[in-house]
T-cell receptor
Framework: DGGITQSPKYLFRKEGQNVTLSCEQN?????MYWYRQDPGQGLRLIYY???????QKGDIAEGYSVSREKKESFPLTVTSAQKNPTAFYLC??????????????????FGDGTRLSIL | GQNIDQPTEMTATEGAIVQINCTYQ??????LFWYQQHAGEAPTFLSYNVLDGLEEKGRFSSFLSRSKGYSYLLLKELQMKDSASYLCAVRETTGNQFYFGTGTSLTVIP
């Protein structure tokens, strides 16, 4: 079955360390997204990518970096510059801009999330 | 940017009907989505509206008025398992971004 896989499910970061969260999809989606969710809060956009080798900053990109070398993969690195990284991180994908002309729903599909904590 | 507002919390009784409202302001609207999220889990897609009117899907219905920047999610015959957070999200035209509200935490009581 097609879907989005995030790993690991739980991750611990030491002070001064960079950590990378994995996100892989086999839905053949062009667009991929990273969100951060804090307790009792909605989803805030970190980075998104509409196509391979291109990505844009979202609302809270500081302290994070991404790459999009393959259509299927969109890893997120939480750098040491991110001083408050403890959160639930969600990766999502959707069809690209080209889908706007199609009259069908186009929701985002989400992975199961990675919970990042500080050691 | 976008401005999406939802009530923070709601409580309803098992078997009853509840309506969760969402208002939005957007520069380029291309659809409104409702998601359900149980604690510690990923959001799951519930419904989608791009044209004005009501979309019905079993116990769940969603309504949209584009001129008013308003949507609601209607849950009928509430069950205990419907206790969850309900997220309203707007898709904008130019950047293919999805903007989420903070979510409405629904508690269903016996």
């Amino acid at each position: 079955d097609g879907g989005i896989t995030q790993s690991p499910k739980y991750l611990f970061r030491k002070e001064g360390q960079n950590v990378t969260l994995s996100c892989e999809q086999n839905l053949n989606h062009d667009a991929m997204y990273w969100y951060r969710q804090d307790p009792g809060q909605g989803l805030r956009l970190i980075y998104y990518s509409q196509i391979v080798n291109d990505f844009q900053k979202g609302d809270i990109a500081e302290g994070y970096s991404v790459s999009r070398e393959k259509k299927e993969s969109f890893p997120l690195t939480v750098t040491s510059a991110q001083k408050n990284p403890t959160a639930f991180y969600l990766c999502a994908s959707s069809i690209g801009r080209g889908g706007f002309s199609q009259k069908r729903y186009q929701p985002q599909h989400f992975g199961d999330g990675t919970r990042l904590s500080i050691l | 940017g976008q401005n999406i507002d939802q009530p923070t919390e709601m409580t309803a009784t098992e078997g009853a009907i509840v309506q969760i409202n969402c208002t939005y302001q957007t520069s380029g609207f291309n659809g409104l989505f409702w998601y359900q999220q149980h604690a510690g889990e990923a959001p799951t897609f519930l419904s989608y509206n791009v044209l004005d009117g009501l979309e019905e899907k079993g116990r769940f219905s969603s309504f949209l008025s584009r001129s008013k920047g308003y949507s609601y999610l209607l849950l009928k015959e509430l069950q205990m398992k419907d206790s969850a957070s309900y997220l309203c999200a707007v898709r904008e035209t130019t950047g293919n971004q999805f903007y989420f509200g903070t979510g409405t935490s629904l508690t269903v009581i016996p």
